[in-house]
């Protein structure tokens, strides 16, 4: 039985990839932190199927420990201070988990054994301002937040280590992908979870910080598949994975008020205080490398995404109390 051990198993990502690891026939490990509560709820489902260590990516220690426990055959980093407006916020911190906790998660593999297949979540944040588009594997660096630059960090470390120590260390540059685990801060869920409330009658304004973004969005649940496939490959590499389609925060607006029948201009309201300091105005990505060499396609398309997760939504909160809502919203 092959053996997996992923970081950031309590995420969006994480979750979904122990599902399909699972289906693949893999013991799943799973790394999850220390907290004063638990934050199981997106792998709550799975609790009988994987096992759970603890550790950090700030804590070295902790990392080497939990390789020579589990002695995984693959290792997918997913671990990361992943919302780009905290990345302001705590720029340092930010630094230190999402780009220094990669170089921490490498020293421990080459400590403890370095025929271990290593993936490295990284991000089309990296490309920030666009030097051409759409977007592929040569496709010059410009991050344009704290988290971009971390992860072009991370991102290097990984093709350093590679060629340094002859690793099998990928690095998958996803662009935006959601589902309805996404968490609640993140544009895609803000705008599903707001319609759901606004058509429930539990709120009436969503406020947003801008329209006018374009990002490629596509299926968490099919982007992890694509993690998985990297490293099967005979040899490692660095792979874009995208839909290549763009859409407007706009788009995603009206497609997700229009499956609840309301109309959107009646209950967006623009919030300066959501601008971020540098923005990426416009991402579209080209995946045919993976397309080719991985066999790898999405297969939900943008407008099953929103509906998707608003649909989720809707459900969840017809089964909810009055002071849960208070707390997502
Ligand atoms: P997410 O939902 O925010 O999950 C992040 C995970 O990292 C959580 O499990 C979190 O644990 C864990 N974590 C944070 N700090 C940690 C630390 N110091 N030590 C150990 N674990 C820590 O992110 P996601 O959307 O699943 O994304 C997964 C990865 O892909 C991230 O690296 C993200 O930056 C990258 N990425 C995401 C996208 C996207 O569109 N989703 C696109 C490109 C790249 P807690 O539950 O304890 O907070
Ligand atoms: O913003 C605009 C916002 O926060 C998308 C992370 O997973 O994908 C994600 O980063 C766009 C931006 O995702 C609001 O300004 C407008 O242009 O959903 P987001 P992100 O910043 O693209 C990348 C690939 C990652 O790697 C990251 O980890 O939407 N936007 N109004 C808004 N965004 C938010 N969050 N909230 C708003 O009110």
Known sequence: MRKAFITGITGQDGSYLAEFLLSKGYKVYGMIRRSSVPKLDRILHLEKDIELISGDLMDESSLIKAIELTKPDEVYNLAAQSFVPASWEQS??????????????????????????????????????????????????????????AKVYGHWITVNFRESYNLFACSGILFNHESPRRGLEFVTRKVSMGVAMIKMGMADKLKLGNLDAK???????????????????????????????????????????????????????????????????????????????????????????????????????????????????
């Open 92 to 149: 340092i911190l930010t630094g230190k988990i999402t780009g220094l906790g990669v170089t921490r998660m490498l020293e421990a593999i080459l400590m403890v054994n370095r025929n271990i297949r290593f993936y490295q979540a990284s991000s089309s944040e990296m490309f920030g301002n666009v030097h051409e588009t759409p977007q592929k594997e040569t496709t010059v660096f410009y991050p344009r937040s704290p988290y971009g630059v």
């Open 215 to 329: 990002r490629d969005w596509g299926f968490a649940g099919d982007y992890v598949e694509a993690m998985w496939m990297m490293l099967q490959q005979k040899k490692p590499d660095d792979f874009v994975i995208a839909t290549g389609e763009t859409r407007s925060v706009k788009e995603l607006v009206e497609i997700a008020f229009k499956r609840v029948d309301l109309k959107w201009e009646k209950h967006i309201v623009l919030d300066k205080s959501l601008l971020r300091p540098a923005e990426v105005h416009e991402l579209r990505g080209d995946s045919s490398k993976a397309i080719k060499q991985l066999g790898w396609k999405p297969k939900v398309t943008f407008e099953g995404l929103v509906n998707m997760m608003v649909d989720s939504d809707m459900d969840k909160l017809k089964g909810i109390d009055k002071d849960k809502i208070r707390e997502l919203s």
